[in-house]
């Protein structure tokens, strides 16, 4: 099996900061508070979408970043949330977390979503602070920071295009033309793609898997030398490409090889001359190869489809492609032998639970400044608006309710040192 992969980062958006106003009406001189929440950030979502096949767009996008909600406002009006984020995958997709290594989806339906990332709650404006003691509190919270993750996708490649035709027609260098044809290609990770199976990328924007299928001829549906993995990459295959060396080199016959190799498609249970085919003439650039066409033209009637290409030369290939991509676009997929469907019933459930991470971590760096470190605190931290001395004293208040204050007095901590969170360094007060 083919495995194709990619990493990307998503970030979700960020909540929009809670807002400190007043109300200001006519002979209500000191009107109570006012501040709007913010609006929460938005999720990034991974959305299945059947009309991609590959990874392939992931090759020029791999950040992804969810919008932000609005700050809250005046009049206690509340922020805009941030507009849902929604990244296509193909069906097929394997997500997994790189850091943890964890599995998080098989997405494999049509529609079907994973949220990947959670948007940021959006902060607290000062009118959620208002308590009979404190009335007008100039306190506000900044939004919630969105989840960010690097992610590795993952899909498992069948052949949507299968190659067929005798050997040494030009079938490997067509696949090498095409699917390496932009330099851009290089940088996309083929780790594990053998080189008899190119994802193909058209000049139009679509994409597709192409295969060479070498062991078709020399009986092979007789069961020689063929794996299970390999049949089902011909079961799998809706577009059958077959290529003929127009050049009649050696004293080959195309219209012999044409049909030789139909009656072998023909043997096969898979029904695989009930696919589209199209018929792909190659090594058009050589002296002979024009007459030749003509000729097997004639001989197998006007409703083959027929394509001259030179591999070699690299002439008409963008034609041949798009005809690719629009049969694929106009098949339906085969159906499966039954062992396959059997196996894809097997629903794999992954549940995913967040470790239960420790509240917080002290460490103490060189120079004796302790460090606090943790994602409850980060995030508290994150969201105080450090402006404001109310948001201050109110930030104070949790480090001691989360017992932060207890477990620096027991590393050593006295009045006066240094702690840091993040890059904000304090002093400890006793
Ligand atoms: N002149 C010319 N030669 C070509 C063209 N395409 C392929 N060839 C040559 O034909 C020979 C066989 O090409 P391959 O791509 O290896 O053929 P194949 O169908 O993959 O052969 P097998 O791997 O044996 O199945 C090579 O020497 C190629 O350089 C073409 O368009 N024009």
Redesign the pocket.
């Known amino acids: 099996m083919f495995v194709d992969n990619v990493n990307i980062y998503v970030k979700a958006g960020d909540g929009g900061d809670g807002m400190v106003a007043y109300r200001r009406e006519k002979y209500v001189p000191n009107g109570g508070p006012a501040g709007g929440d913010g609006g929460n950030g938005s999720d990034v979502v991974l959305k299945v979408d059947e009309g991609l096949r590959t990874l392939m767009d992931f090759r020029y996008q791999r950040h992804f970043k969810a919008d932000r909600g609005e700050n809250g406002r005046p009049k206690n009006q509340h922020g805009k949330n941030g507009k849902g984020f929604i990244v296509r995958v193909p069906p097929g997709t394997t997500v997994i977390d790189e850091t943890t290594g964890q599995t998080l989806a098989d997405l494999t339906d049509h529609g079907q979503e994973k949220v990947v990332a959670k948007g940021g709650r959006g902060g607290r404006g000062n009118t959620r602070f208002a308590t009979p003691a404190n009335p007008a509190p100039e306190l506000a919270e900044n939004g919630e920071p969105g989840q960010e993750r690097n992610l590795k996708l993952e899909l498992k490649l069948l052949a949507d295009v299968g190659l067929v035709?005798?050997?040494?027609?030009?079938?490997?260098?067509?696949?090498?033309v095409v699917s390496a044809a932009k330099p851009k290609t290089a940088s996309y990770h083929f780790t594990t793609i053998k080189p008899n199976l190119g994802i193909v990328d058209t000049e139009d924007g679509r994409s597709f898997a192409m295969a060479?299928l070498?062991g078709l001829i020399e009986g092979a549906h007789e069961g020689v030398g063929l794996g299970h993995q390999f049949l089902r990459h011909i079961e799998r295959t809706r577009v059958i490409v077959h290529?003929i060396?127009m050049?009649g080199?050696e004293g080959r016959d195309p219209y012999e090889d044409y049909t030789k190799i139909n009656q072998e498609l023909e043997q096969y249970d898979l029904r695989l001359m009930e696919r589209p085919q199209i018929v792909v003439a190659?090594?058009?650039?050589?002296p002979e190869a024009e007459d030749q066409l003509e000729f097997f033209k004639e001989q197998v009637g006007e409703e083959v489809d027929i394509i001259p290409?030179?591999?070699?030369?690299k002439?008409g290939l963008a034609p041949l492609l798009r005809r690719i991509a629009d049969l694929l676009e106009t098949t339906p997929e085969f159906p499966l032998l039954q062992e396959e469907e059997e196996q894809e019933d097997q629903r794999v459930v992954y549940r995913y639970e967040e470790k239960q991470e420790k509240p917080f971590h002290i460490s103490r760096d060189d120079d004796g400044t302790f460090v606090v470190t943790g994602g409850e605190i980060e995030r508290v931290f994150k969201m105080t608006d450090f402006t404001r001395e109310e948001s201050v004293r109110r930030f104070s208040r949790k480090l001691r309710h989360m017992g932060i204050d207890d477990a620096l007095r027991d590393r050593g901590a006295q009045g006066g040192d240094t702690v840091r969170i993040l890059k904000y360094e304090f002093e400890f007060v006793e």
């Open positions: 035709g005798f050997p040494s027609v030009g079938k490997s260098t067509l696949l090498s060479d070498p290529m060396d050049s080199f190659n090594k058009m650039d050589l290409i030179s591999a070699v030369s002439q």
